[in-house]
């Protein structure tokens, strides 16, 4: 079992940055490749970034890519996902997953094993 708690949400105004750091427990982070997803009001749960075990490989949504960038520090059991330049539409509730597969990252939240229980990141324009 893995437990993942979110951090870093907050209320923030357009143009500005944030930086959302996810802390596992349980167990070392290294046997899992690690994504981001987010859920706004009244829309499904989207992909933002993933990154594979050791950190060498990172997927973006094409939405975020040149503005947000996915890291990890396996030694602090945390992964962190750095987010400038952002737009009201980036407005949702984040969530930090963990999946267990080899290859890892995966843009479908059906493929992760756990997740946390979400940060709220607000954009005012």
């Known amino acids: 079992q893995v437990q993942l708690v979110e951090s870093g949400g907050g209320l923030v105004q357009s143009g500005g940055s944030l930086r959302l750091s996810c802390a596992a427990s349980g167990r070392t982070l290294d046997s899992y490749a690690m994504g981001w997803f987010r859920q706004a009001p009244g829309k499904e749960r989207e992909f933002v970034s993933a990154i594979d075990r050791l950190g060498r490989s990172t997927k973006d949504a094409d939405s975020v890519k040149g503005r947000f960038t996915i890291s990890r520090d396996n030694a602090k059991i945390t992964v962190y996902l750095q987010m400038n330049s952002l737009k009201p539409e980036d407005t949702a509730v984040y969530y930090c997953?963990?999946?267990?597969?080899?290859?890892?990252?995966?843009?479908?939240?059906?493929?992760?094993?756990?997740w946390g229980q979400g940060t709220q990141v607000t954009v005012s324009s």
């Open positions: 997953a963990a999946d267990r597969r080899v290859l890892g990252l995966s843009r479908f939240p059906n493929d992760y094993d756990y």
